[in-house]
């Protein structure tokens, strides 16, 4: 009789020890597999724009915006009428456009020299453009 309970309890702890194991294969398992799906997941297709629709003038919503005039040869202007400077007296700049990364230069007056700035474009459509950077969005009418 001891030894009977003795198998019992032998028996019992087994399948315990065995059950926890399945649950650990199952707990690993499931891990894996989220695992995967976020990986599959981040790996999604990029939105891509069509740089055309960028040609043109747009002015930045809010006060005291900024102009910008994107034109076909990757090059463009900057200026900001309340501070009384007009599209003839801007800053120059180049940009491109890929996928959805906006990559602007602007080029200083003083050497030449370029300082770029690089934007994620989340809407380009043929009257709004919306793009932001790692502090900030920005939204644009185009007229």
């Known amino acids: ?12 702890l087994c ?6 194991s399945l649950v650990m ?9 989220l695992l995967v799906a976020v990986a ?12 055309s629709l960028l040609i043109g003038k747009w002015q930045e919503t809010g006060l005291r915006p900024y102009h910008y005039r994107y034109d076909p040869n990757h090059t463009g ?4 009428p309340d501070d009384n400077v007009f599209e003839n007296e801007g800053e120059n700049f180049t940009w491109q ?12 007056a003083i ?3 370029g300082v770029p700035e690089i934007f994620t474009v989340t809407q ?6 919306r793009y932001k950077n790692e502090s900030r969005s920005y939204s644009f009418t185009k007229y």
């Open 25 to 33: 294969k199952r707990i690993l398992f499931f891990l894996v597999f």
């Open 124 to 129: 380009l459509t043929a009257n709004s453009l």
């Open 15 to 20: 399948f315990v020890q065995c059950n926890n």
């Open 40 to 51: 599959f997941h981040s790996c999604g297709k990029e939105d891509e724009f069509d740089e």
């Open 77 to 80: 202007v900057r200026w900001k």
């Open 1 to 12: 009789m001891v030894r009977n309970n003795l198998s019992k309890k032998c028996l019992s």
């Open 111 to 113: 050497d030449g020299g």
């Open 97 to 108: 456009l890929v996928k959805s990364e906006l990559e602007r230069i602007h080029i200083r």
